[in-house]
């Protein structure tokens, strides 16, 4: 659908994924009556009812259902392999999500299951086919572009299913992946920097216990190195300064604890940036620089019982509500490109809804009708118009929403 407005508001495109669920019950009655013998002819016809029956009975054992051997079945009728077959298409469900946009094109990198795992697809046009990358028994949930030409697509990818989670480099002109990290350790959360020439990430590499931040350029695994050794596994980088001398971490304590960090990228030093004794326990759910570096918009629910969006000025301090009068949690955040928009999500009673603010004014723009659902993932183009995010819905499986 089309909203015309004003034309100073951004151009927004909604890619909306659903699942649906559905249960079937199958049910089978079976009756045995007693013949009593009434004579040899009675009894020949027993017998070859008997046969029939035999052959009737092998045959649908053929066709059932065996249950698992370590299950114990008693009284429980056979289910046939048709039935099972029908009812696959209620219990199968897909769905697909955005991960990254192109630097340049609107193509954009999904993640997507048409097999047994999810992988990563390129989809280079609107409402355009879906081209799959990866091919793995291991699920891949999509990927990011190489910011600097678009060359490759970054992708993480568990090993041998104990959440031992690698980085790898996609080559799109030969689609050869390539591993960059150990093999071994754990490592999460990458965040590209802005000169979009190394990742950020934490591993659990040095005693597979403690998350340590490292830095690599993914061109180049030898580049590949620890900057801040840390206690705990709490830790995640949130995202680099304009200038990429400072990367902002978060250290998670609890689900209602948590801190917030400045790393210098070159010696390692962090500086703390929210305070830690305080006689109330502050929860920040993200955060990431503003495109000016002046300040750091974050989630919290810093003197309220709500997440709010708000904005910390790193000169003074000095935390300012962006969202004073929301009495519902912030679930997430994305800043365009350019540093004027910001676009977030609030949990109104389970239902997502979607605001756009400018970033200089701070006031409230008008956003289109979206279906009642849950929205996640709010990614914004280079171009500063368009904003990709998934949406599950009770009745649409997939919706492109533009407005201009």
């Given at each position: ?221 030898k580049t590949d190195r620890m900057l801040l050794q840390l206690s705990g596994g709490g830790w995640e980088p949130q995202g680099w300064s304009p200038d990429d001398k400072k990367i902002l971490v978060m250290e998670g304590i ?48 810093k003197d309220s019982e709500f997440q709010r969006l708000a904005y910390i000025d790193l000169s003074t301090k000095k935390v300012e509500v962006l969202t004073p009068d929301l009495s519902w949690d912030v679930d997430e955040f ?71």
């Open positions: 659908m089309d909203h015309k407005k004003d034309g100073k508001s951004p151009l927004l495109v909604v890619i909306i994924s659903s699942r649906g669920i559905a249960r079937s019950f199958a049910f089978a009655q079976s009756r045995i009556q007693k013949c009593e013998d009434r004579g040899a002819q009675m009894k020949r016809y027993i017998l070859v009812a008997m046969f029939l029956a035999a052959g009737f009975s092998s045959k649908a054992q053929e066709d059932a259902i065996a249950p698992g051997e370590n299950l114990v079945v008693e009284g429980v009728p056979k289910i046939s392999a048709s039935l099972a077959e029908t009812a696959g298409r209620y219990t199968e469900n897909r769905e697909a999500f955005q991960t990254d946009w192109h630097p340049t094109r609107r193509e954009m990198i999904i993640g997507t299951r048409f097999g047994n795992t999810y992988q990563a697809h390129l989809v280079a046009m609107p409402q355009g086919a879906r081209r799959q990358l990866t091919f793995f028994p291991e699920p891949v949930y999509g990927g990011s572009f190489h910011p600097k030409g678009a060359d490759y697509v970054l992708y993480t990818k568990d090993v041998g299913g104990g959440e031992w989670y690698q980085f790898f480099r996609y080559d799109l002109a030969t689609g050869e992946s390539t591993l960059l990290t150990d093999g071994k350790s754990r490592n999460t959360s990458e965040r590209w920097s802005t000169g979009g020439d190394r990742i950020a990430y934490v591993s659990t590499r040095r005693n597979n216990q403690d998350t340590d931040l490292w830095v690599m350029d993914p061109s180049d695994r609890s689900v209602n604890e948590t801190y917030l960090w400045l790393v210098d990228t070159t010696s390692g030093e962090k500086i703390e940036l929210t305070p830690r004794k305080t006689d109330v326990q502050v929860a920040y759910g993200s955060a990431r620089f503003s495109r000016d570096g002046k300040g750091v918009y974050v989630t919290t629910d994305a800043q365009s490109w350019d540093g004027k928009w910001l676009a977030y999500l609030s949990n109104e009673d389970g239902i997502s809804k979607l605001h756009l603010i400018d970033a200089v004014t701070r006031k409230e723009q008008p956003v289109p009708t979206l279906p009642v659902g849950v929205i996640g993932g709010l990614i914004w183009h280079r171009n500063n118009r368009d904003l990709g995010f998934g949406m599950t819905t009770a009745k649409d499986p997939v919706i492109a929403i533009r407005w201009t």
